[in-house]
């Protein structure tokens, strides 16, 4: 009896396409492990072991640009560079040239997806020319983690890299500092808020010409998501900035250096220029009732809103007439977050909120509105990312007071619901209180699928 039985085609016998999609397949640390057997086991794991980069500081760049092969950077899809020094001590040492060490790797970086540069200083305008190469970045964060006062990131060679990137959908901005060229009205005077000089030899950008200031960033086609925090957005050009993109997400944050009440027209400057066409976005200022009397669209300022998210930083007496402002919009996700020392107060202002909802209901106070999320968090910093690289702060753990004021929205949100109106034909009632866990279903005013109080 004939058995047909096949040799088993040996490893080295499988074609270089079978192999790279074997080694695709491995958890980072097996193929680490698989990289270290022979020379051919480390070339067919350069893509993956290259897939993600994350250089933590300016000495682990300057080595990364000296000895990484300039080819291997083809693979990266995600980057995370920090250029602050690992030994803050050693000041008197040999500078680290950050800008050229970029420039020895970036524009090789050519499937690049998605770059975060935590920068401790700024950069020189020499790289600028290497965010041209990279066609395949969607979303790039810029943080300034460096002293403002000393060293600023200005906002010209800011929106200068941004407009550079030709495919760019998300961007995000941490603590970028004005220009003196486009705040004149800032040099000396109080609240004395960091402004940067001599930046005006950066080049003119192709499409943007000297107008490298941040209202520029509106004219940029390809964006979808704007990120800004900890940054000063008081120029006036927000307001009649042409807008040729089109922004579903928007994260604005406030400036420290600035009062609330500045923060807050600033914020309805922006919102009233762009509003129209954003279904998410998260709010450091409150709002008010004229914020959209000169909005372009007044109609309908915020016509596809459909998820609003307030951060830490948002003051809680505001959070009624600010939920009221955007009462004409399709809203149908809430989510708070607040410091654990405001959480009483902060579930008293929602349950004045849900109040208010329960007694205009049949006039369709936010009657798409399904789900609200509530989370205290330890650090204002925890606060709520929507935008690029988007995170969520590890929530509180509540006791005395915040906890009893947690089961009380609880318990007043369960009651609402309970007593909310009756489905209409073909719908179904909602399901119970969902505590740990968001479901999201459509349901008539003033009755909430889901409320998920983190405690």
Known sequence: MFHNSRPTPSWSGLPM???LAIVDTLELSQVRTFARVNRESYNLSIPSLFRCVNIQSAEALQQYAACVPKPYNRHIRQMTICTKRADQSSTGSQPIRITDALIGFLPYCTQLEQLTLDLAAS????????????????????????????SPLSERLVVSIAASVPNLRQLSLDRITRSAMHAPDLVGARPFVPVVKGDEDIPDHPTLGRELRLPSLLRLPTLKKLRIRDTHLGDPNWECTPVYCSLEVLDLGSCYHESSDYNRICTERIMGNIGHTVDECALSAALTAQAFARAKHPEKPLKKLRKVHLTPLFPVENVVDTLATLSDSPVESLSVQCHEDDVVDMCSALEDFLNLRAERGEKGFYQHLNEI??????????????????????????????????????????????????????????????????????????ALASVTVAA
């Open 17 to 19: 396409e079978m192999k």
């Open 373 to 446: 999320n509530v989370t205290a968090v330890h650090d204002l910093s925890d606060a709520l990312d929507i935008g690029v690289g988007a995170t969520k702060g590890a929530s509180a753990a509540l006791s005395g007071e915040g906890a009893d004021a947690v089961r009380r929205l609880k318990e007043y949100c369960r009651d609402l619901r309970l007593q909310g109106a009756s489905p209409a034909p073909g719908q179904t009632t909602g399901t119970p209180l969902k505590e740990t866990t968001d479901v999201a279903s459509e349901k008539p005013a003033p």
């Open 123 to 150: 950069l020189a305008k020499a790289v600028i020319p290497c965010f041209e190469h990279l066609v395949s970045l969607k979303s790039l964060c810029i943080d300034h983690c460096g002293d403002e006062d000393r």
